[in-house]
């Protein structure tokens, strides 16, 4: 009986000591210990945070708003304002700011159907605002704004729960090069294929890898085999960045994305210049 009583506690003392000795990072220090160590920027800029959902409303959302608070304290690029405000859109307020994050909106077009908006938002790039677009960003929009991402949402065959094989198709890019040395590396997300996507209108930084055998036990809908995951664009005068990965919170405290990330704003931010015309897939990256 004695013996019995104490192996039933054994469990109940076990999680106490467990619970008493770990004490689990918030999500913003995960986000400040993945952070690659940059010189603090000597311009502080302005960044419009826009996180509303008009169709699929991602669990990654906060996680994404507590990147960018952190990663703008810690790199000293940015100062964020966190709004889902469409007003923000309006002529008179989206020039107080430098760059548009948007963080997993989606159906944007279903949101913003004001035309003077779309007008605001389209005319604000063109004339040299940043775009830094998480995700569900790529899902959805009207003609203009697609073209402005650089595609639109087809669908997931690479879904959340696999972790699949990343092509870095451009090792030598300043956004990519530091990522996982230039190689090629594993990412558990959600991966999404690309409507009006055009590779002669961007420069694709990081695809899907069509030779490997876990991407290949699923099927995608493209001829081309061509499924970029991140690309830089220039819109008019203005400054896109498109990153497919964001779907899985762990993505957004990934050190390795992270650092392709920071790199993303200080591109769209203007504070470095980077290779944006269009290079042909590499043949390495097609099936054999
Ligand atoms: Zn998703």
Redesign the pocket.
Known sequence: MKNSLSLALLPIIGLGVYAAKVDPMSEADLVQANLPKVEKSKTKHQILCFSKPFG?R?NSIEIGETMLRVMGQETGLFEVTFSDELSNFAPENIKKFDAICFN?NTHIQKGMKDEALRKSLIAYVKNGGGIFAI??ATDGGWPEYIDMIGGNFRG?PWG?GGTWDISNEDPKHPIVKDVHGGKGFKLKD?L?VYNDFDRGDQRVLMALDMKSEVNGTRKGPREDNDYALAWVKKYGEGRVFVSAF??NKEVFYNPEILKMWVEGFRYILGDTDVETESVPKPASNLPK
């Open positions: 699929f991602h997993n995700h569900s997931h959340a959600e999404y964001g779907h």
